[in-house]
C-alpha cells in the first residue's frame, strides 16, 4: 500500500516508485540468496502510474483508477465479485502465461476459439495471448486481450496464452 500518513501524495509516490527500484536492485544482486520476487506497489497519483511501470517494468502497479474502475464493475454487475474475491485472493485463481506448446502446435495457424476450447478442457479460462515477436523488451508488450473468437495467429517458439486458473 502507498505511504498515506505524514507525508504528500508526491512524496509517497516518489518513495514509492524508489522503494521498487531498491527492491529490484537487491533481487537482481548475484549471491545474496534474496529470490526474485514479481512486485506489487500502489500508487496514490494515476497521473504517475506509467512513469511507475517505466521504472518497474515486471512489475504491478496499482494506481487509484483501477480501484475506480473495480468498483464501476462491481456495481454495475454484482455477480462479478465473486470472481474478483477470487483473483485477489492469495490462494484463489491466478493470472498466468503459459508457454503456447502446452495448447497448440508451434507454427500452425490456430483460431482464438480452439485455444479457449483447449484451455477449458484443462479447467482454465483463455483470455488472450503473447506474442514474442510483438515484444517490445518489456512484460506487457506483444499482448492482447479478449481477441474476438474468430481471430487467428500461427503461434511460435516463445508465444504464450493468458490464462486464469491455478497456480502452476
Keep these: 500500500?502507498?505511504?498515506?500518513?505524514?507525508?504528500?501524495?508526491?512524496?509517497?509516490?516518489?518513495q514509492t516508485m524508489l522503494t521498487m527500484l531498491q527492491m529490484n536492485q537487491l533481487f537482481e544482486a548475484k549471491g545474496n540468496g534474496v529470490?526474485?520476487?514479481?512486485?506489487?506497489?500502489?500508487?496514490?497519483d494515476s497521473r504517475k502510474a506509467e512513469l511507475a511501470r517505466v521504472a518497474a517494468a515486471?512489475?504491478?502497479?496499482?494506481?487509484?483508477?483501477?480501484a475506480a474502475l473495480l468498483i464501476a464493475q462491481v456495481s454495475e454487475n454484482p455477480a462479478l465479485a465473486p470472481v474478483f474475491d477470487d483473483l485477489?485472493?492469495?490462494?484463489?485463481?491466478?493470472?498466468?502465461?503459459?508457454?503456447?506448446?502446452?495448447?497448440?502446435?508451434?507454427?500452425k495457424s490456430i483460431e482464438f476459439a480452439e485455444l479457449v476450447a483447449i484451455g477449458r478442457a484443462h479447467g482454465e479460462s483463455v483470455i488472450g495471448y503473447r506474442t514474442l515477436k510483438g515484444?517490445?523488451?518489456?512484460?506487457?508488450s506483444?499482448?492482447?486481450l479478449n481477441p474476438t473468437k474468430t481471430?487467428?495467429?500461427?503461434?511460435?517458439?516463445?508465444?504464450?496464452?493468458?490464462?486464469?486458473?491455478?497456480?502452476?
Design 58 to 66: 515486471d512489475d504491478m502497479v496499482v494506481s487509484d483508477n483501477l
Design 142 to 144: 506483444g499482448v492482447k
Design 88 to 107: 485477489f485472493d492469495a490462494d484463489g485463481a491466478s493470472l498466468n502465461v503459459n508457454p503456447i506448446e502446452h495448447y497448440a502446435p508451434v507454427g
Design 35 to 44: 529470490e526474485p520476487t514479481r512486485l506489487v506497489a500502489e500508487i496514490l
Design 151 to 168: 481471430d487467428t495467429f500461427k503461434p511460435a517458439a516463445g508465444d504464450g496464452l493468458v490464462v486464469i486458473g491455478n497456480l502452476k
Design 135 to 140: 515484444s517490445k523488451g518489456d512484460a506487457a
Design 1 to 14: 500500500m502507498g505511504y498515506r500518513e505524514a507525508i504528500s501524495e508526491a512524496e509517497a509516490d516518489s
